[in-house]
């Protein structure tokens, strides 16, 4: 079992904020869900640039923080989808201003990253 090196602090909201979306894909998870893609297979044609183990992995950690629940179907075919909890869906608002934000400064920052990238 993997044994994090650095504690955990726990010490300020932003701490905590980092705690549970830092990971690639996990704001893109929890907006994608909260649009109406809740099936895995649509996740991961909505994000094909992340592997499948690695959305699995994101998705399991948003779990375990609250963000989201799994609800799984008893079926022929085995049907699997997420959705918000109460929790999760109090993150949207906050995700709503970080794209605003992004697409208010998008040529700003698309300069600053293509220059980077040269």
Not at 9 to 21: I, P
Not at 51 to 78: A, G, P, Y
Not at 92 to 114: F, Q, S, T
């Amino acid at each position: 079992m993997y044994q994090r090196k650095i504690p955990v602090s726990l010490e300020c909201g932003l701490n905590l904020f980092r705690e549970v979306t830092n990971g690639k894909w996990k704001i893109h998870l929890i907006y994608y869900i909260y649009t109406g893609i809740k099936r895995p297979g649509e996740l991961q044609r909505k994000i094909p640039d992340a592997t499948r183990r690695v959305l699995d992995n994101q998705l399991n950690q948003l779990i375990k923080h609250n963000l989201i629940t799994k609800q799984v179907f008893d079926e022929v075919s085995l049907k699997v989808e997420y959705n918000l909890t109460p929790l999760g869906e109090s993150l949207i608002p906050v995700i709503v201003e970080i794209v605003l934000w992004g697409e208010d400064n998008r040529v700003a920052l698309e300069a600053v990253i293509l220059e980077k990238s040269a």
